[in-house]
């Protein structure tokens, strides 16, 4: 019922910034809160940041200070800039969304991926 496409991955170098975007396609009525998470080679997913439907942010302690997630409902559209990038950042970054009626992240996007390396 809702289609999330990320994009905007690349690789790039400790200290440089990339800006993801994710086009939400479908329902779109259905959605609530957003968010970004991101799975690294061997470890679990985690959660990036999250913006509810008012504008409210949460961030991972880990990337407090140098990212920010933003939407753009008239479009359709969520992003995660990201500056001061350093090496751990490194993964696969999943768009989610959340169903307003099931409270759940039911809905992902296929993913794109993040190197930060020199």
């Known amino acids: 019922q809702v289609q999330l496409v990320e994009s905007g991955g690349g690789l790039v170098q400790p200290g440089g910034s990339l800006r993801l975007s994710c086009a939400a396609s479908?329902?779109?009525?259905?959605?609530?809160?957003m968010g970004w998470y991101r799975q690294a080679p061997g470890k679990e997913r985690e959660l990036v940041a999250t913006i509810s439907s008012g504008g409210s942010t949460n961030d991972a302690d880990s990337v407090k200070g140098r990212f920010t997630i933003s939407r753009d409902n008239a479009k359709n559209t969520l992003y995660l800039q990201m500056n001061s990038l350093k090496p751990e950042d490194t993964a696969m970054y999943y768009c989610?969304?959340?169903?307003?009626?099931?409270?759940?992240?039911?809905?992902w996007g296929q993913g794109t991926q993040v190197t930060v390396s020199s």
């Open positions: 479908g329902s779109i009525f259905r959605i609530d809160t």
């Open positions: 989610a969304a959340m169903d307003l009626f099931s409270g759940e992240y039911d809905y």
